[in-house]
C-alpha cells in the first residue's frame, strides 16, 4: 500500500496516509496521486479500518501544491497533460467518495492541491501555524468546475470568490471562520489531538456513520441527482442492524457498546 513518497499504514481502526515529500513541503506529483488513490480505495476495503487520516511529512507542511519539478516529465505533453489530470481528480474523487469518515490533519503549508484535498475530506483539523490557500490567480491557472463546487459546498460563495481572487495566504484561525478548518489546536497537540478523536468517531457505530456521510453527500447534491431510496436504505439498515440491538443493551447496561458494522 506504500511507496516512498505516499506511506499508507493501518494503526488498530485507523487508516493513515502521510505525503512524505518534506523537503519540497510534500508537494503532489503524479506518483502522490496514484497512491493517495489507491490507499484510500484499500482502506476503504478494510472492515478493520473506521477511520482515515491524512497528514504531512514533517513539522511545515500537509501538502504545498504541485512538484513543479516533475511538470517536465509529467506535463510535457497533450496527453501526459491529459492522464495527469485523471491522476488528480481520481485522486481527488476518492477521498470525497471514501465510505469511510475522513480527516486532514494539517500542520504547515496547505496550498494548492493541498487546499483541495484537504476538502475532499470530511473535517480538517489544523494546528495554529497553519496557511490555507489556492495561488491559482498568481499562476493563471483554470479549476475545473466540479473542484470549485466543492469549495462553494464547504464555504460558501463569498469565501470562495476571496480564496480565487485575492490569490493570498489564509491563517488558520481565518480558516476556521470561514469554515474551511474544523479545529484549530496547539501544534504540540495536533497528532494527539486528531488521534483522540479518530479514535472517537471509530467507537461509534459504523453503519450510522456511513449512513449519515452518505445521506449527507446525497443533501448537497442537486435536486435531480439525489437519490432518496438509497437514503431511505440507509436509515432502514441501522435499524435492522445487529448494531442498533448491541446500542440499545450496552445502554441499559451502562457499558461501553462493541459495535462490529453489521
Known amino acids: 500500500m506504500s ?49 482515515i487520516i491524512l497528514k504531512g511529512a514533517g513539522e511545515k507542511a500537509f501538502v504545498a501544491g504541485a512538484d513543479i519539478s516533475k511538470f517536465e516529465d509529467e506535463r510535457a505533453s497533450e496527453a501526459a497533460i491529459k492522464a495527469y489530470s485523471e491522476s488528480v481528480t481520481r485522486g481527488y474523487d476518492t477521498v470525497m467518495d471514501s465510505v469511510k469518515p475522513t480527516i486532514a490533519m494539517i500542520r504547515g ?27 491559482a490567480a498568481k499562476l493563471g491557472l483554470g479549476y475545473a468546475y466540479n473542484h470549485i463546487r466543492k469549495l462553494v459546498d464547504l464555504v460558501g460563495p463569498s469565501a470562495t470568490k476571496e480564496i480565487f481572487y485575492t490569490a493570498r495566504r489564509f491563517k488558520a484561525d481565518e480558516a476556521k471562520a470561514m469554515r474551511l478548518a474544523n479545529r484549530v489546536v496547539p501544534a504540540a497537540e495536533l497528532e494527539s489531538y486528531v488521534r483522540d478523536y479518530a479514535e472517537t468517531i471509530a467507537g461509534n457505530a459504523p453503519l450510522t456513520v456511513r449512513s449519515v456521510k452518505q445521506i449527507v453527500g446525497e443533501i448537497v447534491k442537486d435536486p435531480e441527482d439525489q437519490d432518496l431510496d438509497l437514503c431511505q436504505r440507509l436509515y432502514d439498515e441501522c435499524f435492522d442492524s445487529a448494531d442498533y440491538v448491541e446500542g440499545r443493551t450496552a445502554f441499559m447496561e451502562k ?8
Open 255 to 262: 457499558r461501553k457498546p462493541n459495535f462490529v458494522g453489521r
Open 3 to 51: 511507496s516512498e513518497k505516499l506511506i499508507a499504514e493501518k494503526d488498530g481502526s485507523i487508516g493513515w496516509v502521510t505525503f512524505n515529500n518534506p523537503e519540497k513541503h510534500n508537494a503532489v506529483s503524479q506518483e502522490m496521486w496514484d497512491g493517495l488513490a489507491d490507499a484510500v480505495d484499500r482502506f476503504n476495503a478494510d472492515d478493520d479500518v473506521r477511520v
Open 109 to 135: 503549508y496547505c496550498i494548492g492541491g493541498g487546499t483541495g484535498i484537504a476538502i475532499c475530506c470530511d473535517m480538517r483539523i489544523c494546528s495554529e501555524d497553519a496557511q490555507f490557500g489556492v495561488p
